[in-house]
């Protein structure tokens, strides 16, 4: 079960870490990615990890800000939000599966899902 945390209400320009972690898969096989979505609106992709090594990718509004990371022995996949902006308020999902290079931005290509958790940037 994925399962997503560290979420919780910040002032504009802070900084939050969400955590990503596994009970049943071994992450490190997987590629891993970070969504959001705010209320009725789509699912939008934030960042990815992908397996082995593969690299990491972001999407233009949060490079530079953001940064996703793995810690293999912890079986945990971070995402790092700096200079933290009110447009960045959204529930976090992230989600993990078998996802080729160029589906890595694509919400149907991941197979498992976390719960989601709540960032809230707001002065």
């Known amino acids: 079960q994925l399962q997503a945390c560290g979420g919780g209400l910040v002032q504009p320009g802070g900084s939050l870490r969400l955590s990503c972690a596994d009970s049943?898969?071994?992450?490190?096989?997987?590629?891993v990615g970070w969504f959001r979505q705010v209320s009725a609106k789509e699912r939008e992709f934030v960042a990815a990890?992908?397996?082995?090594?593969?690299?990491?990718y972001y999407a233009d509004a949060v490079k530079g800000r953001f940064t996703i990371s793995r810690d293999n022995a912890k079986n945990t996949v971070y995402l790092q939000m700096n200079s933290l902006k009110p447009e960045d308020t959204a529930v976090y999902y992230c989600?993990?599966?078998?996802?080729?290079?160029?589906?890595?931005?694509?919400?149907?290509?991941?197979?498992?899902w976390g719960q989601g958790t709540q960032v809230t940037v707001s002065s």
């Open positions: 049943g898969r071994t992450l490190y096989r997987y590629t």
């Open positions: 989600a993990a599966g078998e996802v080729i290079l160029s589906a890595l931005r694509d919400v149907d290509a991941y197979r498992y």
């Open positions: 990890s992908r397996r082995s090594g593969g690299g990491t």
